[in-house]
């Protein structure tokens, strides 16, 4: 799997190619990441909350008549909503979303939970794949040798 990860580049080039790969895959198995439909109802969710339509005595959601009256504007507002709250990831299979706010609290925790800092380059690296010389000293693959 093959990411394009273009929002937080500076936050993962401080890992080790294979422990990017295995952050991206933990953030898939815990369900940090999103896909598309799940965007898509958070972005209603949030026009519920601020609006509904009364026609007669029946209330409808705010953002089913938006997407009927206006789909341009429904539209414009996701991508607003996207750009403003998540980071895009584009895989080969499908477009998946991250929650900004969460993002950085995650990083760390994966990287307290399952990697070292090389002692050379500072990267982090995998748990499993670093080379321990001594109780502070580490190194990755690239700096092992």
Known sequence: MTY??????????????????????WLRQTGYMLELKEVYDYYDDSID????????TTFYAGSAVLKELDRAVYDKGFTEFVEECYF???SQEQDCYMDRCNFYDLFDEFTDDCCFACSACSKYTLADAAEYISEEEYYC???QG
Do not use: H, N, P
């Open 49 to 56: 909350g601020m609006s509904s339509c009364q026609v007669g």
């Open 4 to 25: 394009d990860i273009y929002a937080f580049r500076d936050y993962l080039d401080l890992m080790t190619e294979a422990t990017q790969k295995a952050f991206l895959r």
């Open 141 to 143: 693959e690239e700096c």
């Open 88 to 90: 895009e990831f584009t």
